[in-house]
């Protein structure tokens, strides 16, 4: 990625600039968790058995623990140490739970946590074909993310997106015990999967698409599929959450985490009332069940709303 000023309508690149260790890098990520990917930071060089995990965090979102690891050389295999942290979350979930309870001083009960959709992010000024091409597959539970720095203080952050459509447990085919006992038990999921899962009406499956061929012509959007739900963002920061019923779509806006003061609440202006506030002791959310494409252009002009606040 070349970056480059503007002045008076001519352009001046912007130089590169280098990181000197690693650990810059994930002193810089830990202090801005929440603005970089929306997670809650939990601890740092947390040691569980025989490995040191970078930075421990928390996504509240699907309520699921996110290893991040920070690289600055390339000689790793993604995938091997990947699928080895997983295996060791989940054959210590006890462990987790209580570093998460003793850092944060919150409480965390084991049921609330979604193991199934825990992951890897990994972060490096570069990566190599080799390390890519590992990761291309539709169901691997990692993420890799470049990041560089150039003058001024300029940061750049960009993810690498898998295309390949292939399973890599047919590549495995279970010669690996690692990936396909962590494949058992951790899923990614497209959004033909969620809504297979669900066994939804046909107009229903047809209003989800209706809606996707909206969402996705807005700028910065990109869609998260999970177990129950899908979700669309915006710089990695949801603002509608769709989960699927057989005959209508459970539509939730969020207002705001009730631990997060920080952010200011979302505020609809709703002249119709079709939203209703929903609220448990975690979130506020606007909630609605969509049926059909009546007032379909009234309730996109409501999302777009919280689109538009993100």
Same mark, same amino acid.
């Given at each position: 990625?070349?970056?480059?000023?503007?002045?008076?309508?001519?352009?001046?690149?912007?130089?590169?600039?280098?990181?000197?260790?690693?650990?810059?890098?994930?002193?810089?990520?830990?202090?801005?968790?929440?603005?970089?990917?929306?997670?809650?930071?939990?601890?740092?060089?947390?040691?569980?058995?025989?490995?040191?995990?970078?930075?421990?965090?928390?996504?509240?979102?699907?309520?699921?623990?996110?290893?991040?690891?920070?690289?600055?050389?390339?000689?790793?295999?993604?995938?091997?140490?990947?699928?080895?942290?997983?295996?060791?979350?989940?054959?210590? +979930?006890?462990?987790? /739970?209580? =570093?998460? @309870?003793?850092?944060?001083?919150?409480? %965390? $009960?084991?049921?609330?946590?979604? !193991?199934?959709?825990?992951?890897?992010?990994?972060?490096?000024?570069?990566?190599?074909?080799?390390?890519?091409?590992?990761?291309?597959?539709?169901?691997?539970?990692?993420?890799?993310?470049?990041?560089?720095?150039?003058?001024?203080?300029?940061?750049?952050?960009?993810?690498?997106?898998?295309?390949?459509?292939?399973?890599?447990?047919?590549?495995?085919?279970?010669?690996?015990?690692?990936?396909?006992?962590?494949?058992?038990?951790?899923?990614?999921?497209?959004?033909?999967?969620?809504? +297979?899962?669900?066994? /939804?009406? =046909?107009? @229903?499956?047809?209003?989800?698409?209706? %809606? $996707?061929?909206?969402?996705?012509? !807005?700028?910065?959007?990109?869609?998260?599929?999970?177990?129950?739900?899908?979700?669309?963002?915006?710089?990695?920061?949801?603002?509608?959450?769709?989960?699927?019923?057989?005959?209508?779509?459970?539509?939730?806006?969020?207002?705001?985490?009730?631990?997060?003061?920080?952010?200011?609440?979302?505020?609809?202006?709703?002249?119709?009332?079709?939203?209703?506030?929903?609220?448990?002791?975690?979130?506020?959310?606007?909630?609605?069940?969509?049926?059909?494409?009546?007032?379909?252009?009234?309730?996109?002009?409501? /999302?777009?709303?919280?689109?538009?606040?993100?």
């Amino acid at each position: 990625m070349d970056l480059y000023k503007v002045n008076k309508n001519k352009l001046t690149s912007v130089n590169r600039d280098s990181f000197q260790k690693e650990k810059e890098i994930q002193a810089l990520i830990e202090e801005n968790m929440d603005t970089l990917f929306n997670l809650e930071f939990v601890s740092t060089e947390f040691t569980i058995g025989d490995f040191r995990l970078d930075s421990l965090c928390y996504d509240n979102e699907t309520d699921s623990f996110v290893i991040v690891e920070y690289k600055k050389g390339s000689s790793y295999s993604v995938i091997d140490q990947g699928y080895s942290y997983l295996s060791v979350m989940l054959n210590n +979930k006890s462990d987790f /739970i209580l =570093e998460y @309870i003793e850092k944060t001083g919150k409480n %965390l $009960k084991k049921d609330r946590v979604d !193991w199934s959709q825990s992951r890897i992010i990994f972060i490096s000024p570069s990566f190599n074909s080799y390390q890519k091409n590992s990761v291309n597959f539709k169901d691997v539970p990692f993420e890799l993310w470049e990041i560089k720095k150039f003058e001024n203080d300029i940061i750049s952050l960009a993810q690498y997106l898998a295309s390949s459509k292939e399973s890599i447990q047919k590549i495995s085919g279970g010669k690996n015990t690692v990936i396909d006992s962590v494949s058992r038990e951790v899923q990614v999921y497209t959004d033909e999967d969620t809504l +297979k899962q669900k066994n /939804i009406d =046909e107009n @229903i499956s047809e209003l989800y698409y209706s %809606l $996707k061929d909206r969402f996705i012509q !807005w700028e910065y959007v990109s869609i998260n599929p999970k177990k129950n739900y899908i979700s669309f963002k915006k710089n990695k920061q949801p603002f509608i959450t769709l989960g699927f019923r057989k005959s209508y779509i459970r539509v939730h806006i969020n207002i705001g985490w009730k631990k997060n003061t920080k952010k200011k609440p979302f505020k609809l202006d709703d002249p119709k009332n079709m939203f209703k506030i929903w609220e448990n002791k975690y979130k506020k959310l606007y909630s609605y069940d969509l049926k059909n494409s009546k007032d379909l252009d009234y309730f996109v002009l409501m /999302i777009k709303q919280k689109y538009d606040s993100v």
